[in-house]
């Protein structure tokens, strides 16, 4: 079982950053694929990225990519999201996830996820 804690959100200008984090504990942290999703209320979870155990492979929605990079440091059972240039669209409470049965853009894929951080960007 793993337990995800979000933090690092806030509100931000248009163009600036944000580092979110996802705090893991349990025993199979290292094993576990972790993505970040995001979610505006009245909307749908849609993915924003992923990362392999490891950390060797990553993946990002179109969105996003460019701007946001997803990295993990398994020492401390960690996974970050670092957020440049952001945009109002941006807006929404962002979500850790962790699963075991491989890299998916899929809400499916992800058994344990976290109580989620607001980011928001003014314009």
């Known amino acids: 079982q793993v337990q995800l804690v979000e933090s690092g959100g806030g509100l931000v200008q248009a163009g600036g950053s944000l580092r979110l984090s996802c705090a893991a504990s349990g025993p199979t942290f290292s094993t576990a694929i972790i993505a970040w999703f995001r979610q505006i209320p009245g909307k749908e979870r849609e993915f924003v990225a992923t990362?392999?155990?490891?950390?060797?492979?990553?993946y990002y929605a179109d969105s996003v990519k460019g701007r946001f990079t997803i990295s993990r440091d398994n020492a401390k059972s960690t996974v970050y999201l670092q957020m440049n240039s952001l945009k109002p669209e941006d807006t929404a409470v962002y979500y850790c996830?962790?699963?075991?049965?491989?890299?998916?853009?899929?809400?499916?894929?992800?058994?344990?996820w976290g109580q989620g951080t607001q980011v928001t960007v003014s314009s």
């Open positions: 990362i392999s155990q490891r950390g060797v492979t990553t």
């Open positions: 996830a962790a699963g075991f049965t491989g890299m998916s853009s899929r809400i499916g894929n992800y058994m344990y």
